[in-house]
Nanobody
Framework: QEQLVESGGGSVQAGGSLRLSCVAS????????MGWFRQIPGKEREGVAA???????SYADSVQGRFTISRDNAKNTLYLQMDDLKPEDTAMYYC?????????????????????????WGQGTQVTVSS
């Protein structure tokens, strides 16, 4: 059974770092585009970073240069290294997996907003950044 399980969230002060992990049980990661989204109450879930099966990555402008997405196919795990965290990064963070066909026919990793209706989701992990 396929399952995405996130971990690594927590509370940090501005300028601090966190590393999120997503264990993708039952998935073969190189058959999927993988990504991290975040959501705050009352707002739409937004794409943060994405990782294509060929190794290319994409980032939202708001996190470019501060966040790094990576994946370890042998461990079936997706990571998000978050550095220089800001209070506006506070959100619930979700791991997402979308099959390559659905990914590529909807603009690829540059167009994460098109994935939302087609992705598998984890349960989320909360990140809170205090000033």
């Amino acid at each position: 059974q396929e399952q995405l399980v996130e971990s690594g969230g927590g509370s940090v002060q501005a300028g601090g770092s966190l590393r999120l992990s997503c264990v993708a049980s039952g998935y073969t990661l190189d058959h999927y585009c993988m990504g991290w989204f975040r959501q705050i109450p009352g707002k739409e879930r937004e794409g943060v970073a994405a990782h294509d099966a060929d190794g290319t990555t994409s980032y939202a402008d708001s996190v470019q240069g501060r966040f790094t997405i990576s994946r370890d196919n042998a461990k079936n795990t997706l990571y998000l290294q978050m550095d220089d965290l800001k209070p506006e990064d506070t959100a619930m963070y979700y791991c997402a997996a979308v099959g390559l066909y659905d990914c590529y026919t909807r603009g690829g990793i540059q167009n994460m907003g098109a994935w939302r209706d087609f992705a598998d989701w984890g349960q989320g992990t909360q990140v809170t950044v205090s000033s």
